[in-house]
C-alpha cells in the first residue's frame, strides 16, 4: 500500500476544501464588505443620495411637462417634426433602457449563484419569459382596452344622437320645404346651404379622431406603468448603496433618463389629450416615483441585502415584467405608430431626422450601461 505522508494529507485536505471556498464567493444574506465604505463618510453619502432625489425629481418633471407646455411652445406642437424627432429620441432612450440596462440586469439576477439552492431559477431564463408574458399581457390588455372605450365611445355617441333626434321631434326643428335636409347657415360663405342632417365623412373623421384618443390614453397610462415598476425597483438600488462610485454614475445615468423618458410620456400625454386634472396627476406620479424609491432605500439600507434570495427574486421579477412592457411600448405604440404617421412617411427631412433621432436616443442611453 501507498504511505501517504503529511505533504500528501495537505494536499487532499485542500482539495477537499476547494468546493467549501468556491460557495463562499457568493455572500449572500450578509451586507457586502465595508472596506470601501471604512474609508468614506457616510454624511457624504448621504448628502449624495439627497442631491439624488432633487436632480432625479427636477429631471424628470422638467422632462414629462415640457411637451404639456405645447401651446406656449410652438416647436413641441405634437404636429411639429420636432416634435416627432424629440419623441423618436425619447422612444430609443426607453428601448435601450429595456433592451440594454433592465433585461441584462434581470437575467443576472434571477441566474445568482445565491439561488442555486431556492427553487429552479438558475435552472431556466425565467428573466426572458417573464419579459414574454409582460409583452403578450401587454398587447392583450392594449387590444381589449382600446375595444372597450371604443364601444362605450360609440355607444355615448348613439345615445345622444336619440336624444337629439327626440329632442328635434318633439320641438319641432325648423327645416325648409326639402324633406330630410336641415337648414343651415354657413359663415365661411354669408350664404344658406342645405345638407344632410350627418354627413358620412364628417362622421368618419369624428370617429377616427375620437379612437385615435382612445388610443393615446391608453398608451400613455400602460407606458406609465412600466415606467413606474422599474422606477422604484432603480430608486431603491441607488437608495440603498453605500458607495460612492456606486451611487455618482448611477444619479448621472437616471437624470438623463429622467428626463428623456419623461419627454416621451409627456408626448403620450399631450396627445391624449386629458383634463388638466388628470395630466398634473400622471405628471407628478412619473417625477416622484424613482425620488420615493430612493428615499425608501435610503430607509431600508440597513436592513436591505441586495444579494439576499427573497431581494433578488423580487427584483428580477419585476425588473423583468418592466423590460417586457417597455420593450413592446417602445416598438409598437411609439415608434410604430409615428413612423407610419403620414405625415413624417410624405415628408422625406422629417422621416430621415427622426431616424437619426432614434439611433442616437438609443445610442447614448446605451453609452450610459459603461457606467451604470
Known amino acids: 500500500m501507498p504511505h501517504f505522508d503529511e505533504t ?50 427636477v429631471a424628470g418633471a422638467l422632462g414629462v411637462c415640457l411637451p404639456l407646455l405645447s401651446r406656449k411652445l410652438p416647436f413641441l406642437n405634437p404636429q411639429s417634426g420636432i416634435f ?9 432612450v426607453i428601448l435601450a433602457t429595456g433592451f440594454v440596462h433592465i433585461l441584462p440586469d434581470a437575467f443576472d439576477t434571477l441566474s445568482s449563484p445565491c439561488l442555486n ?6 435552472k431556466f431564463p425565467f428573466a426572458g419569459l417573464i419579459a414574454m408574458l409582460a409583452s403578450v399581457a401587454t398587447l392583450m390588455t392594449d387590444s381589449i382596452a382600446t375595444g372597450y ?10 345615445t345622444k344622437q336619440v336624444s337629439a333626434e327626440g329632442d328635434e321631434e318633439l320641438g319641432g326643428g325648423r327645416k325648409d320645404e326639402h324633406v330630410g335636409k336641415v337648414h343651415m347657415h354657413t359663415h ?15 362622421e368618419q373623421i369624428i370617429t377616427s379622431s375620437s379612437a385615435e384618443v382612445i388610443r393615446q390614453r391608453i398608451i400613455s397610462q400602460v407606458l406609465e406603468l412600466g415606467i413606474v415598476v422599474h422606477s422604484v ?19 448621472v445615468a437616471l437624470s438623463f433618463h429622467q428626463f428623456f423618458e419623461g419627454m416621451g410620456l409627456g408626448g403620450c400625454i399631450c396627445q391624449a389629450k386629458f383634463k388638466s386634472r388628470s395630466k398634473a396627476i400622471m405628471a407628478i406620479l412619473f417625477s416622484l416615483t424613482t425620488p420615493m424609491g430612493i428615499a425608501i432605500g435610503v430607509g431600508i439600507s440597513g436592513v436591505y441585502r441586495e444579494n439576499s434570495p427573497r431581494a433578488l427574486i423580487v427584483e428580477g421579477i419585476f425588473n423583468s415584467a418592466s423590460a417586457g412592457i417597455l420593450i413592446y411600448m417602445a ?6 405608430a409615428d413612423f407610419m404617421n403620414p405625415k413624417l412617411q410624405s415628408n422625406f427631412n422629417i422621416q430621415l431626422a427622426a431616424h437619426l433621432s432614434l439611433l442616437l436616443g438609443t445610442a447614448s442611453m446605451s453609452l450610459l450601461a459603461i457606467w451604470a
Do not use: R
Open 117 to 122: 439552492h431556492h427553487g429552479p431559477w438558475s
Open 149 to 158: 372605450y371604443k364601444k362605450q365611445h360609440l355607444k355615448n355617441n348613439s
Open 233 to 251: 425597483i432603480i430608486g431603491i438600488s441607488l437608495g440603498a448603496a453605500q458607495s460612492i462610485e456606486t451611487i455618482k454614475p448611477l444619479l
Open 188 to 202: 365661411a360663405t354669408h350664404g344658406h346651404a342645405h345638407g344632410p342632417a350627418v354627413d358620412v365623412d364628417d
Open 8 to 57: 500528501h494529507g495537505c494536499i487532499v485536505f485542500l482539495l477537499l476544501l476547494l468546493p467549501v471556498m468556491a460557495s463562499g464567493d457568493c455572500k449572500c444574506d450578509i451586507a457586502e464588505p465595508d472596506a470601501i465604505q471604512s474609508h468614506q463618510n457616510s454624511t457624504q453619502i448621504l448628502k449624495l443620495k439627497v442631491i439624488s432625489i432633487a436632480s432625479i425629481l
Open 331 to 336: 416598438l409598437v405604440d411609439l415608434l410604430a
Open 84 to 92: 416627432f424627432m424629440v419623441k423618436a429620441f425619447a422612444a430609443g
